[in-house]
């Protein structure tokens, strides 16, 4: 799997769990303190996230980890 294939998977996953949620990108990046761009670009696979991010990001969707790579 290369690099791309991952952060569009990762993406899709993200994507995935923040539409459960019912927020907008805008309203979860702001909840999560996450520039809106960037956090777009990291739904759409552009991104090659920071840990320190996914983690921002899995304790804004409320899951842990584990359960944020479910499925990649």
Excluded: C, P, W
Aim: aromatic share 6%; proline share 0%.
């Amino acid at each position: 799997m290369d690099n791309t294939m991952i952060t569009e998977r990762v993406g899709n996953r993200i994507r995935e769990l923040r539409s459960q949620t019912g927020l907008s990108q805008e309203k979860f990046a702001l909840k999560i303190g996450m520039d809106r761009t960037y956090f777009a670009s990291v739904e759409l696979g552009k991104r090659n996230i920071a840990l320190k991010n996914i983690e921002k990001i899995a304790n804004g969707l409320g899951v842990t980890l584990s359960e944020l790579f479910e499925g990649i």
